[in-house]
C-alpha cells in the first residue's frame, strides 16, 4: 500500500505547531519571574486575547470556534441539555461549556532575546491587572516607553499546601521602556511576534462533532468511569474560569490609551 502523504504531511504540520507552541507560550517559574506586556501586533486596540477551550474531552484540550462567534457543536449540545429541565443534564451541559484563558503578548526579562511569548492567565490574574490599567495612578502598563515590568511569582501546589498552584502579580512602581530603541533586533522580533491563533489549531465545525461523538461513546461505555485526566499545560496555573465581561474590564482596556494612541506609537516604533 503506498504512503498517504496528505497524512503525512498533516501530522508534521501537527508536530510543527506542536514545537511553536511549547517556545511561544510562556509560564512562569517557580519563583519570582519578570516580564512586560507589550501591544499585540495583530490588534493593537486590546493585547489581552480572550480563548474559550474544551479541556479534558477525550483526555485533550480544544480550541472552541465560539472564541470567534462561530458555531459549535459541543456548546450547541450543552445548551441543549442546559433546556431539558433535568437537573442531572443541566449540570452535565454546564460541564461541557467551554472555559476561558487570556493571553497576553510578552518579553521574559533576561530572556528577551527569545522574543515575544504568550502569557496564558486565569481569571483572577487577569482581573487584576484590568484593576491595575484601570487605575490612573498606574494606567497603561503595556506602554512601550513609559509602561511598567510586572513580576509574577509562582508557587507549586506543594509549596501553597493546597491542591492547585498559586500565581500572584506586582507592577513595578517604576516607568521603563520595554526594550533599548536602539536594539533592531529585538524591535523586529515585536513587530513580527506571531498570531496567537496560530498556537492552538480550530477545528472544524464536523470535526469538533467527532470529538464530541468520541466522548460521548466513552461516556455510555463507561459510565462509573473517572474521567481521563487533563493533558493541557494551560490548567496547571489555575482554573480556567468563564470569560470577564463586567464594565471594569471593558472600561480598563479602553482606559489607558486610545487605540488611536497605540496604533501610532507601533506605526512610529516600526516605520522608524
Known amino acids: 500500500m503506498p504512503l498517504d502523504l496528505n497524512k503525512i504531511k498533516s501530522r508534521l504540520d501537527s508536530l510543527k505547531s506542536t514545537q511553536n507552541k511549547t517556545t511561544a507560550v510562556w509560564k512562569p517559574n517557580p519563583g519570582k519571574n519578570t516580564i512586560r506586556i507589550v501591544p499585540y501586533a495583530h490588534n493593537t486596540e486590546n493585547p489581552f486575547i480572550e480563548l474559550l477551550f474544551h479541556y479534558n474531552m477525550n ?9 470567534f462567534g462561530r458555531p459549535d ?16 443534564e443541566w449540570k452535565t451541559g454546564r460541564s461541557l461549556e467551554p472555559k476561558m484563558r487570556t493571553y497576553v ?7 528577551e532575546h527569545e522574543g515575544v511569548k504568550f502569557w496564558g492567565m486565569g481569571k483572577q490574574v487577569y482581573q487584576e491587572i484590568l484593576s ?24 507549586t501546589a506543594e509549596e501553597t499546601g493546597k491542591s492547585f498552584p498559586e500565581t500572584t502579580i506586582r507592577v513595578k512602581p517604576n516607568q521603563t521602556p520595554a ?3 536602539a536594539d533592531a533586533g529585538l524591535k523586529e522580533k515585536v513587530k513580527n511576534q506571531k498570531n496567537v ?26 459510565p462509573d468511569g473517572e474521567a481521563a485526566p487533563s493533558t493541557t499545560e494551560e490548567t496547571t496555573e489555575e482554573a480556567p474560569q468563564k470569560p470577564v465581561q463586567s464594565a471594569t474590564t ?19 516604533l516600526f516605520n522608524s
Open 59 to 67: 483526555g485533550r484540550t480544544y480550541l472552541s470556534p465560539s472564541s
Open 105 to 111: 503578548p510578552v518579553l521574559v526579562r533576561g530572556a
Open 179 to 181: 526594550f533599548d530603541a
Open 197 to 222: 491563533t496560530e498556537l492552538f489549531p480550530e477545528l472544524t465545525y464536523d470535526e469538533l462533532a467527532a470529538v464530541m461523538d468520541t466522548w460521548l461513546n466513552a461516556s455510555e461505555a463507561n
Open 250 to 268: 471593558k472600561a480598563a482596556i479602553k482606559t489607558p490609551t486610545s487605540a488611536k494612541d497605540i496604533a501610532s506609537e507601533f506605526d512610529d
Open 132 to 155: 491595575i490599567i484601570a487605575d490612573a495612578d498606574y494606567g497603561d502598563i503595556t506602554d512601550l516607553k513609559n509602561g511598567r515590568d510586572i513580576v509574577v511569582e509562582f508557587k
Open 73 to 88: 457543536p459541543i456548546v450547541e449540545f450543552a445548551n441543549k441539555l442546559k433546556k431539558s429541565g433535568d437537573k442531572e
